[in-house]
């Protein structure tokens, strides 16, 4: 049968007819051999519009966050003579304050109803001057109070399996029993900005020390280890009190003064100070993570305050090598100590800067496009050649190399003929790192060849159809950190050979292209 598509047009309101701006519709076949999709959202009238075949279809409606409504589905038919359908939401109403530990109006905050049923429907209503509102279908639902505030001490209340069946009036209260106490830093004064945070077995609850170095949380009856760590710049390890019971008020000072390690970190080639090293203590041992990390300062210097009696690793990362090397390992913190780190010198020089050649030329010739809607982007043909007398070995770019999160580090340097560097857009993007293979490490003997394809470039400040002349950096650091979250497990073989490869900083010729 021949279907006719139709404009569905409509209303999405809350009871009495107020207009709901904002709200999702998605459209869903409700029936066989229909074929089609709609989606809409809904303008600041309430109203949408959406072409669609004519037939069957399962509406699911989604309200914007913070409306303290229940995102729901319905089922309804459009035809040509049933083409407005109209969406109201109706309930409940469940009203109510939040209250701070104090019986104060907690200022910002949200509260959440969890419908106890199959698919798990929530609706979330932001505070306003401490009230809130829900319009909720009859059921039974949990709910969830909790302040904004990640810093305010509060415990979240909740209330289980609340049956729901007429308009309710519920308040709640983010009480619990007091921890409190006060911090004192190195130098034996109160200690402002140390993060407090009570970590249970279903709660972790924060706050902040004030300038006179007190803090305070309220948190349920349970078992909690108490976080103590102290504000930029981290030089001071943070500190454990814990597992401690809590059923009654507690009082928990912490003093943050201790062993301290201080010194120098230099150049092995000039015996230079070298500024802006990220220098690491980690604490071994305890099952806790607890790490202070500092940058070095002008004359290469840094200090760090530790807890004394126990053990700990350091090690340096250099941004500019991107490697980093454990110094000490398992080494017990008893007495104040100055250490002199040596690093390698800054910038790596090999043969092969000179002896491996690096090309780039367009695939698609001297007009290209980045990549678009329905059009991938045109490709740059890459060219390692070998010109030493000795086989070397290279490792080809993948996922993270533009990102400086692996080797090799690729960049582009892009601008207009005569012009300034073109400069990168911004754009998220995941940190994640794939692993590597096997195929991706490479020995490439005496006058030997490899090729590779990349894209034309995409997150760059280009004009429509202009030329740019473009070069491309590759640069191998077999010993540098990968950084991101590593998917899936590397081949063990390709690894090793990885850091066996020849380091290298490679500059390839201008090529001159116009972008489309």
Known sequence: MLRSKITVVGRVTVSPSKPLPGTSLFFTPGEPGLND??????????TYSVRLISGTYDV???????????????????????????????????????????????????????????GHSRAMSLLKQGSYSLLLPA????????????????????????????????????????????????????????????????????????????????VPSGLYHLWFNPPYPFFIIPRVVGPRAVTAPTSIDVDLSGIEWTGTV???????????????????????????????????????????DRRYDLATSDPERRETVVRIQGVTATADTT??????????????????????????????????????????????????????????PGDGSHWGRRTPLMSWEIHAPGG???????????WNINSLHA????????????????????????????RYQFQLFYENRPAMDWGGSLLGSHDSDAMSLLRQSTPCRLRSNTLELKVK
């Open 139 to 218: 059921g039974r639902y949990s709910f969830h109070a909790v302040a904004a505030d990640y810093w305010s001490g509060f415990s979240p209340e909740r209330k289980e399996s609340m049956s729901i069946a007429a308009d309710t009036i519920m308040d709640f209260q983010l009480d619990g029993i007091q921890v409190s106490g006060r911090a004192r830093g190195p130098d034996g004064l109160p200690m402002r900005d140390v993060a407090v945070r009570a970590e249970g077995a279903n709660y972790s609850i924060q706050n902040r020390t004030k300038a006179d170095g007190s803090y305070r949380l309220h």
């Open 266 to 308: 230099r150049r092995s080639d000039t015996n230079e100070p070298a500024p802006g090293i990220t220098v690491v203590v980690k604490a071994i041992g305890d099952g806790d993570e607890r790490i202070a990390a500092i940058r070095t300062g002008p004359q290469g210097d840094f200090r760090f305050v530790l807890e004394a």
């Open 60 to 118: 699911e409606i989604g309200p914007t966050i913070g409306d303290g409504l229940l995102a729901h589905s319905e089922r309804v038919t459009v035809s040509d003579n049933h083409a407005r359908v109209d969406f109201t939401f109706r309930g409940c109403h469940v009203t109510g304050k939040v209250l701070a530990p104090n019986g104060a109006l907690v200022d910002s905050g949200r509260v959440i109803a969890s419908l106890v049923a199959p």
């Open 439 to 466: 195929e991706e490490v490479f020995k490439l003997p005496p006058g030997g060849q490899r090729k590779f394809s990349m894209a034309v470039p995409e997150y760059y400040r280009y004009e429509k159809s202009h």
């Open 339 to 396: 250490l002199s780190i040596l690093i390698p010198p800054q910038t790596i020089v090999t043969r092969a800067d000179s002896t491996i050649k690096l090309s780039i030329r367009s695939i698609a010739g001297k007009t290209v496009h980045r990549i678009k809607k329905r059009r991938p982007p045109d490709s740059i043909e890459v060219t390692l050649h070998n010109t030493d007398r000795d086989t070397v070995i290279l490792v080809l």
């Open 420 to 430: 300034a560097p073109l400069g990168r857009t911004p754009v998220g993007m995941c």
């Open 37 to 46: 999709h709609g989606f809409a959202i809904a303008d600041s009238s309430g």
